[in-house]
């Protein structure tokens, strides 16, 4: 029962999104990977013609309520209007990223290039893309649209409520604190799309270099990273970042850290607007929180870890800490000088130590 809304805006793009041919994403036939991700997607859950058309419905609202309380809690009122949400099914879900995708690597002039044109990357794209198709709640894309995308993935939200056993209404608010918080971000801060833009520009340099090197590097790698726990060693990112010359590692240790800043500070938001936004935040959370830890089953901790499914949720974790404790220490006002440019960003290890960037950058 679940129809995809359609997406109307991606031939009114910027047009500086438009960038020269190359990148890490050159080789992808982005069109193949969307079409073979919405073949594999799994199926969602069954329900009613009446409640997926209410769930559309009530999440539509949800994404305009969130708004107020999340320029509230974060200080970050940008004064632009509030935009629709695109409610979208597992298949939207896969366009949406796959379009992002070559809107981030540069490719929205060029065709795939190389053997093939991309086909067999353009299928192993798809199929990741199948995988987390149904993981995915929400999703902000800065990179879509006049003032970014807000995509909310029906069937999944319901999936996880009925899994979770709290309220549909509270969830669905509660996803879109969440989604409306990474919008208001990137509204507030426009930079970080240039800044994401520019660092995923440098993965590709040294992918001339001989294979060898790159091996031998892994192979060192491979051992170094035994028993790590950290985000930044886990899944595809980890073994990418392995491979990589010196500044490009720096690189991805920069989109790690954001990522980690931005998903934290939306945990951050989705929580502290407390029980008088979502009755039911501290049940929500609990449950939730459960739900990410549970144990998978051997094939399932497999493909997580090679997605670096697991190190997105370390990044959560991580990030929520690092959030709480400097708003905690410094209010969210002085917070906020975080979204100044990439120098107020913290650093890897800042991470993990908030009281080093509160000294290095309010000092």
């Given at each position: 029962?679940?129809?995809?809304?359609?997406?109307?805006?991606?031939?009114?793009?910027?047009?500086?999104?438009?960038?020269?041919?190359?990148?890490?994403?050159?080789?992808?036939?982005?069109?193949?990977?969307?079409?073979?991700?919405?073949?594999?997607?799994?199926?969602?859950?069954?329900?009613?013609?009446?409640?997926?058309?209410?769930?559309?419905?009530?999440?539509?609202?949800?994404?305009?309520?969130?708004?107020?309380?999340?320029?509230?809690?974060?200080?970050?009122?940008?004064?632009?209007?509030?935009?629709?949400?695109?409610?979208?099914?597992?298949?939207?879900?896969?366009?949406?990223?796959?379009?992002?995708?070559?809107?981030?690597?540069?490719?929205?002039?060029?065709?795939?290039?190389?053997?093939?044109?991309?086909?067999?990357?353009?299928?192993?794209?798809?199929?990741?893309?199948?995988?987390?198709?149904?993981?995915?709640?929400?999703?902000?894309?800065?990179?879509?649209?006049?003032?970014?995308?807000?995509?909310?993935?029906?069937?999944?939200?319901?999936?996880?409520?009925?899994?979770?056993?709290?309220?549909?209404?509270?969830?669905?608010?509660?996803?879109?604190?969440?989604?409306?918080?990474?919008?208001?971000?990137?509204?507030?801060?426009?930079?970080?799309?240039?800044?994401?833009?520019?660092?995923?520009?440098?993965?590709?340099?040294?992918?001339?270099?001989?294979?060898?090197?790159?091996?031998?590097?892994l192979t060192a790698a491979l051992?170094?990273?035994?028993?790590?726990?950290?985000?930044?060693?886990?899944?595809?990112?980890?073994?990418?970042?392995?491979?990589?010359?010196?500044?490009?590692?720096?690189?991805?240790?920069?989109?790690?850290?954001?990522?980690?800043?931005?998903?934290?500070?939306?945990?951050?938001?989705?929580?502290?607007?407390?029980?008088?936004?979502?009755?039911?935040?501290?049940?929500?959370?609990?449950?939730?929180?459960?739900?990410?830890?549970?144990?998978?089953?051997?094939?399932?901790?497999?493909?997580?870890?090679?997605?670096g499914v697991d190190a997105k949720?370390?990044?959560?974790?991580?990030?929520?800490?690092?959030?709480?404790?400097?708003?905690?220490?410094?209010?969210?006002?002085?917070?906020?000088?975080?979204?100044?440019?990439?120098?107020?960003?913290?650093?890897?290890?800042?991470?993990?130590?908030?009281?080093?960037?509160?000294?290095?950058?309010?000092?």
């Amino acid at each position: 029962m679940w129809l995809p809304v359609t997406r109307s805006n991606t031939d009114s793009q910027r047009e500086d999104d438009a960038q020269a041919p190359g990148g890490i994403g050159a080789s992808v036939d982005w069109a193949l990977a969307s079409k073979t991700g919405a073949k594999l997607a799994p199926k969602p859950p069954s329900t009613s013609r009446y409640t997926a058309d209410a769930i559309v419905a009530e999440l539509a609202e949800a994404s305009v309520r969130a708004e107020g309380p999340v320029r509230d809690t974060t200080g970050l009122a940008d004064g632009l209007a509030v935009p629709q949400a695109q409610i979208v099914d597992r298949a939207g879900w896969i366009e949406a990223a796959a379009a992002s995708m070559k809107h981030l690597t540069g490719e929205v002039d060029t065709e795939p290039s190389g053997l093939l044109g991309g086909k067999p990357a353009g299928l192993q794209a798809g199929a990741m893309l199948a995988f987390l198709s149904s993981a995915i709640l929400g999703q902000y894309d800065p990179f879509t649209g006049e003032n970014g995308t807000l995509l909310l993935v029906a069937p999944n939200i319901i999936a996880v409520e009925r899994a979770l056993r709290v309220s549909p209404s509270d969830f669905r608010l509660w996803v879109c604190l969440h989604e409306v918080t990474h919008r208001v971000q990137f509204s507030s801060a426009p930079w970080l799309g240039e800044y994401m833009r520019s660092n995923v520009a440098l993965l590709s340099d040294g992918v001339d270099e001989p294979v060898s090197e790159v091996a031998s590097r892994l192979t060192a790698a491979l051992k170094n990273r035994k028993g790590s726990d950290k985000a930044e060693d886990a899944g595809i990112v980890g073994l990418l970042r392995a491979t990589q010359p010196a500044q490009t590692r720096d690189a991805i240790d920069r989109l790690l850290v954001l990522g980690t800043l931005l998903e934290g500070h939306a945990d951050h938001v989705m929580d502290a607007v407390g029980p008088a936004v979502v009755p039911s935040v501290a049940q929500i959370r609990s449950a939730f929180d459960g739900r990410r830890r549970r144990k998978q089953n051997p094939l399932q901790r497999v493909v997580r870890a090679l997605l670096g499914v697991d190190a997105k949720m370390a990044q959560y974790v991580r990030g929520k800490a690092f959030v709480d404790h400097v708003v905690g220490a410094v209010g969210m006002e002085r917070f906020n000088t975080i979204w100044t440019d990439g120098d107020t960003l913290p650093l890897l290890a800042e991470i993990e130590d908030p009281d080093r960037w509160i000294a290095r950058v309010l000092g």
